[in-house]
């Protein structure tokens, strides 16, 4: 079945270490997200996508990086500049570049990163 | 500034006691507003999509509608496992991203 895998489910980060969350989709979409969640809050845009090898920051970039070398892989990585990292990080694609259609996105599983 | 404000933040219903959430939403343009459920530890997974205004969808006992201000969300006889977060999304013309309500989390007694 087609979709989005997220690993690992939980990850826990020392301070000052850098860790890499992946995100893997077998839909062919285009355009991949990067999106956290934290209690209360809306979920808030990392980064973003729409092509291999182009990817942009969204509202909350500061302390995060990203690659896509592939169109099915799309990896976060937590640096250390991040200050408040324990959250729960969601990836998701779509196949529209502009977003929408009618399903909007599709959505990882989710990573639950803690800070120890 | 585009905004997206869901109500109640929580919702703690019986069995049977049918309810309504709501999405509130500024933005100029919009392409199409999103529901999606999400449990606890889990993505969200897509419910409805509404484009204009007078639009409704139905899916088991959850109803959406639209208007050129809110979206609600209406559940009819609410069973224990309807519990979850209720997120809300809006995508607005020329947009490159969805952008998402706090959510309202639904719990269901027995």
């Known amino acids: 079945d087609g979709g989005i895998t997220q690993s690992p489910k939980y990850l826990f980060r020392k301070e000052g270490q850098n860790v890499t969350l992946s995100c893997e989709q077998n839909?062919?979409?285009?355009?991949m997200y990067w999106y956290r969640q934290d209690p209360g809050q809306g979920l808030r845009l990392i980064y973003y996508?729409?092509?291999?090898?182009?990817?942009q920051k969204g509202d909350i970039a500061e302390g995060y990086s990203v690659s896509r070398e592939k169109k099915e892989s799309f990896p976060l990585t937590v640096t250390s500049a991040q200050k408040n990292p324990t959250a729960f990080y969601l990836c998701?694609?779509?196949?529209?570049?502009?977003?929408?259609?009618?399903?909007?996105?599709?959505f990882g599983s989710g990573t639950r990163l803690t800070v120890v | 500034e585009d905004q997206v404000t869901q109500s109640p933040e929580a919702l703690r219903l019986q069995e049977g006691e049918s309810s309504s959430l709501n999405c509130s939403y500024t933005v100029s343009g919009l392409r199409g507003l999103f529901w999606y459920r999400q449990d606890p530890g889990k993505g969200p997974e897509f419910l409805f999509t509404l484009y204009s205004a007078g639009e409704e969808k139905e899916k088991e006992r959850l109803k959406a509608t639209l208007t050129k201000k809110e979206s609600f969300l209406h559940i009819t006889a609410p069973k224990p496992e309807d519990s979850a977060t209720y997120l809300c999304a809006v995508h607005k013309s020329n947009d490159y991203k969805l952008s998402f309500g706090a959510g309202t989390t639904v719990t269901v007694r027995a």
């Open positions: 998701a694609s779509t196949s529209d570049r502009i977003v929408g259609g009618n399903y909007g996105y599709t």
């Open positions: 839909l062919n979409h285009d355009a």
């Open positions: 996508s729409q092509i291999v090898n182009d990817f």
